[in-house]
């Protein structure tokens, strides 16, 4: 091989890595947008849980802030989740940002995320004549979701003034792999939950990156990786169907954290279910666990709870019987609500982009 084609299969080797970061950043991207458009109820616990406020869901208004920014030569950025609660006449703006691992650039990205939010919606407010103007920032927060001991309680950015001038910018974190299910549902998380899976994403990825390792040898690790993703899985299942059978979680909420949890397994599978008994395993595991034992339960909710129950019934049983009515029934129903932009529509029910603009169209003329 000629230096000159060695350069261009290591720039091959390259770009196919970046593709990969993208499609992973837009497939986590993706999940967060269900995990944090759920009820109004569930997600105002959430805020209360990570923000530890004491919101009450029946009180408060609430509302998604945007989060893409247009600054000095048209370059965009883009944050994760801005989510505005209004209890009687005071609005406050909460920011998360979603990251699988590190990154020693996170405390100046939230710095600009947070600077240009509060430009956009506060305009430098002045409180009176001839007083100094004034930004506010939205509480904002980072979660981690793999473990890594370097990550501390605070990402901090000291910004040095003219004149001597100093701050300290402070945004707390979330180090998610330190919580168990059963914490997440004591301190009502609930939207969190399917996140669980990827406390075995780090182990698979570090088997499947050793080049130390034979490939019987990353056989039987992987299989037991994938093992304890079974074990994950059913416990993450427990302390869903328990909520969901308390009433905690409505069947809308327990259907979208339930296609969460079974696109993260997907991707797992997809990424490093190279071996085929494993990957069969699993995938048996996934349907004998929620297909027969969930839908019994949204059927008897669905029954109790009503017309939007039963449409998210519809929807399922459609999508699993293949059934094209439901999903159109359920694109109407969420349109209809105004739950759900048209891309996260296409998202939970698998219509074409196309075919839900049209549904659009004809729900709001």
């Given at each position: 091989m000629t230096e000159q084609e060695g350069?261009?299969?290591?720039?091959?080797?390259?770009?196919?890595?970046?593709?990969?970061?993208?499609r992973e950043r837009i497939k986590l991207d993706q999940i967060m947008r269900v995990l944090f458009h759920l009820s109004k109820k569930t997600m105002v616990r959430l805020v209360n849980g990570l923000f530890q406020e004491q919101f009450d869901p029946r009180r408060v208004k609430l509302h998604y802030g945007n989060g893409r920014f247009v600054g000095d030569g048209l370059r965009s950025v883009e944050g994760d989740i801005f989510i505005v609660i209004k209890q009687e006449e005071e609005e406050r703006e909460f920011h998360v940002e979603f990251q699988t691992l590190g990154d020693e650039a996170m405390s100046v990205r939230m710095f600009e995320y947070g600077f240009r939010r509060a430009l956009e919606t506060r305009q430098m407010e002045r409180r009176g004549r001839g007083s100094p103007r004034e930004l506010f920032f939205p509480r904002q927060l980072v979660i981690y979701l793999e473990e890594n001991?370097?990550?501390?309680?605070?990402?901090?950015?000291?910004?040095?003034?003219?004149?001597?001038?100093?701050?300290?910018y402070r945004v707390p974190t979330f180090r998610y792999w330190t919580y168990t299910a059963r914490r997440l549902a004591a301190e009502k998380l609930y939207a969190l939950l399917p996140l669980q899976a990827f406390k075995i994403r780090k182990k698979m990825q570090s088997v499947d990156a050793n080049k130390q390792m034979t490939v019987a040898e990353k056989s039987r690790e992987m299989t037991r990786q994938f093992e304890r993703l079974?074990?994950?899985?059913?416990?993450?299942?427990?302390?869903?169907?328990?909520?969901?059978?308390?009433?905690?979680?409505?069947?809308?909420?327990?259907?979208?954290?339930?296609?969460?949890l079974h696109s993260i397994t997907e991707y797992l599978y997809s990424r490093y279910g190279n071996f085929e008994p494993i990957e069969k395993e699993v995938r048996?595991?996934?349907?004998?666990?929620?297909?027969?034992?969930?839908?019994?339960?949204?059927?008897?909710?669905?029954?109790?709870?009503?017309?939007?129950?039963g449409k998210i019934e519809g929807k399922i049983e459609g999508k699993i019987e293949g059934?094209?009515?439901g999903k159109i029934e359920?694109?109407?129903?969420?349109?209809?609500?105004?739950?759900?932009?048209?891309?996260?529509?296409?998202?939970?029910?698998?219509?074409?982009?196309?075919?839900?603009?049209r549904l659009s169209n004809k729900v709001n003329p």
């Open positions: 350069t261009k299969q290591t720039r091959k080797q390259e770009t196919r890595q970046g593709k990969e970061k993208d001991e370097a990550i501390g309680e605070t990402e901090e950015l000291i910004l040095h003034l003219p004149d001597d001038q100093q701050l300290v079974i074990e994950v899985i059913r416990d993450t299942l427990d302390h869903l169907d328990e909520l969901h059978g308390q009433g905690e979680l409505n069947t809308g909420d327990f259907d979208r954290l339930l296609r969460v048996h595991m996934l349907k004998s666990l929620i297909d027969p034992k969930m839908m019994a339960k949204m059927r008897k909710e669905g029954r109790e709870q009503g017309r939007l129950e059934k094209i009515e359920v694109a109407e129903m969420l349109l209809q609500k105004g739950m759900l932009s048209i891309s996260d529509i296409v998202q939970v029910t698998g219509l074409t982009t196309e075919e839900v603009a």
